[in-house]
Structures are given as C-alpha cells and as structure tokens.
C-alpha cells in the first residue's frame, strides 16, 4: 500500500512529512526474496520526518563526506569537489580532476565517485577519492600488464582481459577553502564506461576499502584480473600485512557492481550490490539485487550465480531484492533515533530510501523488517550517509540519462528523524 502523505509545501528549504498509513515498502514475492529461513515483516511506518535541501543545482553528486568541523564534501561525477557549509554551497568547486565521465554515444557511469576522509583528516586534511580515468599507458603496450600485477599482487591476467579505463584512488589535501596536493595511492583496478564500482570507505581497522565493478566483463569477476572486485588497502596504498592473500590488495571477489559499503557496530562489514539488468553479455538476467556481508577472501559468485542461487558454493548474501532497486547508497545508523539504532537505510536509483531492520539468527545477520521511507519523490536517489547530528544525507542522481531532472536537480538533503527518542 502506499503511504499518504501531508507535507507543509513543495520541496523547498524545508518540510514536513507525515505518514498518515503504512509505508510502501515491498510486500510481493516479485519484489524481495528472503532467504528460506527468514520471517519478514514490514516495518512501522516512520513518522513526522523533516526534510532540508541543503544544495541544488548539482551535476549528478556520488560521495558525500562530513569533516569533523561540519564541512560536507560532494564528489561530482564529472570530476568537482564541491563543498557545502552553514551558508550553503560553495559557487566554486574546491578542485576539479580530469576523470572519464563523458563520452559521445556511451553516457558513461565512471567518474568522480566515492569519497572518504583519513581517520586525521583534522590534522592532516587528507581525503580519498575514486576516480576513473584513462589507462596509461595503454593496455597495448609492452609490460602493461606485467605493471598491473606488480601494482596489484595479482597473476593470471592477460592483455587480451584488458579494459581501456581504470580505477584509481587519488588522495588529496583539503584546507579551509582550497584543495590541492593530488597523489595516485592505488591504480590498475580495471573497468569501462558502466560497472565502474566506486565504493570508498576507511573501515574501523583503519583500511582503505574500494570497489571494482565488472565493466562488463562478466568472467573477469572470477578470475585473478583487477575486475568484480573488493580491494583493501593501508592509507599509502601498500598491501595491508593481514590481507586474504600475501602480497595481494584484493579482500573480496565475484562481484558485479558494488557502489556502497558500510560498517555495523560490531565490525560487519557491508556492501550493496547491484544485480543484472539484462545487459549482461547475453546472461539473460534480471534482478536480484544484494546485500552482502563482506568477509575476507570471499567469493560472491558472479557471474556463476546470482541472488541466492550460489548458497552452499559461493558466500550468501544477506538479502536479496527479487525486482531490481538499484541500491546505490548504504549507511548504518548510529545516531541519536532510538528506533532506527543499528538499521540500514539504502539509497535506491529506482527511487527511494529503503531502512532495513537487522536482528541476529544465531551467529549471522538478518534483515527482519523493511519499509520505504515517506518521503515526497525524489527520483533517482544515490548516496545515503550520516550527519554528525544523526541525520541521513540524500544526493539525487536525476541528471543522468537515466533520470529526468527537475528545475532543481540535483539535491543534497539532509532527514531528519522525529526526536532523539520515539
């Protein structure tokens, strides 16, 4: 059922939004498929959210960071830092990067994607961003991939695997009203115009962690080649000593197109997966998007399987949209809301910011209750992190060609829940 909903005036500044009925969370078994031994619920409807546009006028907005001092940083697609304080968005970006976001007949998904600042970004002012860019030198040229897998601790990769793009992560230096000082810490993870991954997160081990997507080259997941892959790495970009594999940065394989990752309190690290959307090098399927527990040297099964068809053979996920979502955004709540403690809120491409309520089934994880927030449409919502008050930070996507952009778009927003306490 969807829910009605009463708010104070069109999208503006700011408005309320009061659920009056139940959320239009999924309820059909085309939407979701939990897994054999689940029991799932739809969620009570959260009430009375209120909603604040913090910057218009963007250009397709990926990573969202939050500096300690209240600063929010947002990675543009097409390669600008912008940075949003009290007063609004800056005019100027603080720093552009030439990245391959545009390309004549492809409307390319890489680019400036994920962002994350040091754990002393305070003292340091270092942030992390995953930038995709052309390969140099090109994967022709003699010693190219040789390069690769010295750069990466891989093997088994060939120049005829080869992507005409990769991924790098570029840390910067960001000062009160300037950045500069780029520096490549990692490169090589190969990708294309679509399924370029982009997921950056320092975990509570004090890691780096990025994603490859498969560039759409399905087989390549389940190989040694940079591709399909979850990568963990020390701030510098050397192999961490107590990686799945000696030498290698590669954490995790069989992956089609992670773009968000986040931490539970305990550690558990988790990833939104994007599932085939019937373009896949003639697979011939749809849907199944995942979330997965992340765990070192796991196999997620991709291309092989998909959903919970490799369960028993490959890692399972946690969960499972049946009806393709698009989960691109994926944060863990750990503000002041009492009934929203330990949930996951996902940003979905199809449309809407979905919470997912956990509960433990023995030793694992399991997604107990869902709901769709109220919220008025928003379209193509991308990135989902958290404010140091406990609010959730919202980028729309609509200016991609896949959405339909609004004379706002794109938005940076910022939900916040009822009260610290139900």
Do not use: N
């Given at each position: 059922m969807s829910?009605?909903?009463?708010?104070?005036?069109?999208?503006?500044?700011?408005?309320?939004?009061?659920?009056?009925?139940?959320?239009?969370?999924p309820s059909s078994a085309a939407d979701v498929t939990p897994g054999p031994d689940s029991v799932l619920v739809t969620a009570a409807a959260t009430p009375a959210l209120r909603v604040d546009t913090l910057a218009r006028g963007l250009v397709i907005p990926w990573g969202v960071a939050v500096a300690p001092d209240g600063r929010i940083f947002?990675?543009?697609?097409?390669?600008?830092?912008?940075?949003?304080?009290?007063?609004?968005?800056?005019p100027e970006p603080l720093m552009t990067l030439t990245v391959h976001a545009e390309d004549p007949g492809w409307h390319p998904e890489s680019g400036l994607m994920g962002i994350a600042l040091a754990p002393d970004f305070a003292t340091t002012g270092h942030a992390y961003v995953a930038a995709t860019v052309v390969r140099d030198p090109a994967p022709t040229e003699p010693g190219f991939v040789t390069r690769v897998r010295n750069r990466l601790g891989i093997g088994g990769t060939t120049a005829a695997d080869a992507l005409p793009f990769e991924n790098q992560v570029i840390r910067i230096t960001i000062g009160d009203s300037t950045a500069g000082d780029p520096v490549v810490v990692a490169r090589g993870m190969w990708t294309n115009h679509y399924h370029a991954g982009g997921a950056l997160a320092f975990g509570p081990d004090g890691k780096?962690?990025?994603?490859?997507?498969?560039?759409?080259?399905?087989?390549?997941?389940?190989?040694?080649?940079?591709?399909?892959?979850l990568f963990r790495l020390e701030a510098d970009g050397r192999v961490p000593a107590d990686n799945p594999t000696s030498g290698s940065t590669v954490f995790a394989t069989g992956l089609r197109n992670t773009q968000a990752l986040t931490w539970l309190a305990d550690g558990t690290l988790l990833g939104v997966e994007h599932g085939p959307s019937g373009i896949d090098e003639g697979l011939r399927r749809t849907g199944r998007d995942e979330l997965n527990v992340l765990v070192a040297g796991g196999n997620?099964?991709?291309?092989?399987?998909?959903?919970?068809?490799?369960?028993?053979?490959?890692?399972?996920?946690?969960?499972?949209?049946?009806?393709?979502?698009?989960?691109?955004?994926?944060?863990?709540y750990a503000g002041p809301y009492t009934a929203w403690q330990g949930n996951l809120f996902v940003g979905r491409l199809r449309g809407g910011v979905e919470?997912?309520?956990?509960?433990r089934q023995g030793d694992a994880w399991t997604v107990a209750a869902h709901e769709v927030l109220a919220l008025p449409p928003l379209g193509r919502v991308r990135t989902v992190a958290l404010d140091h008050d406990g609010a959730l930070l919202l980028t729309t996507s609509n200016r991609d060609v896949r959405g339909t952009a609004g004379p706002s778009d794109d938005l940076v927003l910022r939900v916040r829940p009822p009260s610290p306490t139900p």
């Open positions: 829910p009605h909903l009463r708010w104070s005036r069109p999208i503006g500044s700011t408005l309320l939004i009061t659920a009056l009925a139940c959320s239009d969370a947002v990675t543009e697609r097409a390669g600008r830092l912008r940075v949003i304080t009290a007063a609004g968005l800056r780096l962690y990025t994603t490859v997507g498969d560039g759409r080259r399905p087989h390549l997941a389940q190989t040694e080649a940079p591709v399909g892959k997620y099964g991709w291309p092989k399987a998909y959903g919970w068809e490799g369960a028993g053979t490959f890692t399972a996920p946690l969960w499972v949209w049946g009806r393709s979502v698009a989960p691109a955004g994926l944060v863990a919470r997912l309520v956990l509960a």
